[in-house]
């Protein structure tokens, strides 16, 4: 439900300084992802240590990443990342930190993610959250900067013509590393405990989430602006780790029913004896 506008507040939460100030960001990545054992995520920190940084803004624990991805009712965004189009899109809006603090003013990110051939784009600007949900649930154009203009109605053409709407969430927490001297520019993330839910989408809802990608597996990315170092590579290749095709927001459409199971679908057979049961999370 929309709330009355209140004027966005300055917020204190480190989560939200994880990114650069400028309001509207753009990047063009390769990506690489892995699914490794959890048991093995400190091991493999500890090898990247000596040459990467720790993301200044990651604390020891990790931080939360809450999304709320947006489709056609026809999953047309879903088929076209399983169908592997070349060029593909998807609208999320996203919130780091602690998912019960988002209030109408929490700053979040609106986010365009599209792949082009090899490349990954990713353009977003930060808004307060009452402001994201007037633009891609109310369908209203909201106060903006300048600069902002053009992407915003983007945003609005999308969800209108298209007629999206809320149709998964993920959550996961993640530890982030940086490149420095010449791998300036690689990032590496670690993401643990990857759930997910169909209904109740706003950040703040005391709603239950399952996991979407078994407890005892997590995702590392690569993410590089030209090329991975060798020296990474050498890395994953003496650990044997298998690139995948992995999408947490198909993850997340297959796991609560909403389409079949792809090829690409990481198996959940994994699970506790209560796997399908769905599970309370902070």
């Not at 929309?2 to 650069?20: E, N």
């Not at 400190?42 to 200044?56: F, I, K, M, T």
């Not at 998807?90 to 780091?96: D, G, M």
Request: charged content about 35%.
């Amino acid at each position: 439900m929309l709330h009355r506008f209140r004027p966005p507040a300055q917020s204190g939460d480190g989560g939200h300084r994880l990114r650069a100030p400028s309001r509207l960001h753009a990047f063009n990545r390769y990506e690489i992802k892995y699914l490794v054992d959890a048991g093995l995520v400190d091991e493999l920190r500890e090898e990247l240590e000596p040459r990467l940084d720790l993301d200044p803004h990651c604390p020891d624990e990790g931080y939360a990443i809450w999304s709320v991805y947006y489709d056609t009712r026809t999953l047309r965004f879903y088929w076209e990342k399983i169908e592997g189009l070349r060029f593909r899109r998807k609208l999320r809006i996203r919130h780091y930190g602690d998912r019960f603090a988002a209030g109408d003013d929490t700053p979040v990110f609106v986010e365009i993610k599209q792949r082009v051939n090899r490349v990954t784009q990713k353009r977003r600007v930060r808004v307060p959250y009452l402001d994201a949900l007037r633009l891609c649930d109310g369908r209203r154009m909201i106060s903006h900067e300048p600069s902002q203009r053009a992407f915003l109605e983007e945003v609005l053409d999308l969800v209108c013509r298209l007629d999206l709407r809320a149709t998964a969430m993920t959550g996961y927490t993640r530890h982030a590393y940086l490149g420095r001297d010449a791998d300036a520019g690689l990032r590496v993330t670690f993401d643990r405990r990857v759930r997910g839910r169909d209904r109740d989408f706003g950040f703040g809802v005391d709603a239950v989430n399952r996991f979407i990608v078994p407890p005892h597996k997590a995702i590392m990315e690569v993410k590089a602006n030209e090329r991975v170092p060798y020296w990474l590579t050498d890395l994953t290749a003496k650990r044997n780790l298998q690139v995948v095709r992995l999408s947490k927001y198909c993850q997340s459409v297959e796991a609560h029913g909403l389409a079949p199971r792809s090829v690409f679908h990481v198996p959940d057979r994994d699970l506790d004896r209560g796997r399908q049961a769905a599970l309370p999370e902070a």
